[in-house]
C-alpha cells in the first residue's frame, strides 16, 4: 500500500463550489505539506504542518484553507473554487526535526500521487 | 524572499553525453533537494545537500552543492533514455521548501 495517498485522484468541479482534498500517510512523519503543480511554474508550497496544532502559510495560501485532523491527516480545501485553481495538487510528508544525528538523511519530503483538479 | 532558479529549463541531449542542471538560490539555506518526476507521476527524491562541499552519487546522476556561491549542480553522466523526466532542485529556508520550476530533460536514443 502506498504510505502518502490523496483522494481524490481527479476532480471536476464549478467556479464557486466548495471543494475539500484530503491527504493521509503511513509513514509516521510529523510534517506535511500541500503544494500545487502548474505548467512551467514547479511547484509552490500552499500551507504547510509541523504538528496537529501547526499551520503555516506557504506561499501561495490566499484562496485556500487546511485542515490537520490528526498526525496522518492534512485535507486542503477550496471555499469558493476558481478556474484559476485548476492545477495539480500534491501533499506531501517528511520527517521532523532536523537532528545532527539523522543528518537530514531522512528528511527528503515523500509526495503523494497528486490530485488533478479542473475548475469551469 | 527565497528564490529558486534552475537552468536550462529545457534540455534535449543525445544519449551517451554529459550535461549538467544548475540550481541557483538567492539566500542562504543549508539544505537542498533534487527530485525527479516522469511524466504524469509523482516526485520521487533523488538527492539531500546538506552541508558546503557536499556530493552525493547515484548511477549516472552526481549532486553537489556549493553554499557560498548558492549553487548546486546536477550532473549526468554518459545519459541514457530511461533518464527522460523533469528534475526539481528545492531549497529550505526556515523550514519553507521552495522549488525551482524544473528541468525538463530529453534524451533522444
Known amino acids: 500500500d502506498a504510505d502518502v495517498t490523496q483522494t481524490p485522484r481527479n476532480r471536476i468541479t464549478k467556479t464557486g463550489k466548495r471543494i475539500m482534498l484530503e491527504c493521509s500517510q503511513t509513514?509516521?512523519?510529523?510534517?506535511m505539506y500541500w503544494y500545487r503543480q502548474d505548467p512551467g511554474l514547479g511547484l509552490r508550497l500552499i500551507y504547510y504542518?509541523?504538528?496537529?496544532?501547526?499551520?503555516n502559510k506557504g506561499e501561495i495560501s490566499d484562496g485556500y484553507s487546511v485542515s490537520r485532523q490528526a498526525q496522518a491527516k492534512f485535507s486542503l480545501s477550496l471555499e469558493s473554487a476558481i478556474p484559476n485553481q485548476t492545477a495539480l495538487y500534491f501533499c506531501?510528508?517528511?520527517?521532523?526535526?532536523?537532528?545532527?544525528?539523522?543528518?537530514?538523511?531522512?528528511?527528503?519530503?515523500?509526495f503523494g500521487p497528486g490530485t488533478r483538479l479542473l475548475v469551469l | 524572499e527565497l528564490k529558486v532558479e534552475q537552468n536550462p529549463l529545457f534540455l534535449s541531449m543525445q544519449e551517451g553525453k554529459n550535461y549538467t542542471i544548475y540550481c541557483n538560490y538567492s539566500?542562504?539555506?543549508?539544505?537542498l533537494y533534487w527530485y525527479r518526476q516522469d511524466p504524469g507521476k509523482s516526485l520521487e527524491s533523488l538527492f539531500v545537500?546538506?552541508?558546503?562541499?557536499a556530493v552525493k552519487q547515484e548511477g549516472r546522476l552526481m549532486a553537489s552543492l556549493d553554499t557560498k556561491a548558492r549553487l548546486s549542480t546536477l550532473h549526468i553522466t554518459a545519459a541514457v533514455h530511461d533518464l527522460s523526466a523533469t528534475y526539481f532542485c528545492?531549497?529550505?529556508?526556515?523550514?519553507?521548501?521552495?522549488f525551482g520550476k524544473g528541468t525538463r530533460l530529453h534524451i533522444l536514443p
Open positions: 509513514k509516521g512523519h510529523d510534517r
Open positions: 528545492a531549497v529550505n529556508r526556515d523550514d519553507k521548501i521552495i
Open positions: 504542518s509541523f504538528d496537529v496544532k501547526d499551520i
Open positions: 539566500t542562504t539555506s543549508d539544505r
Open positions: 506531501a510528508t517528511s520527517p521532523g526535526p532536523y537532528t545532527v544525528l539523522n543528518r537530514g538523511w531522512q528528511e527528503t519530503q515523500y
Open positions: 545537500l546538506l552541508s558546503n562541499g
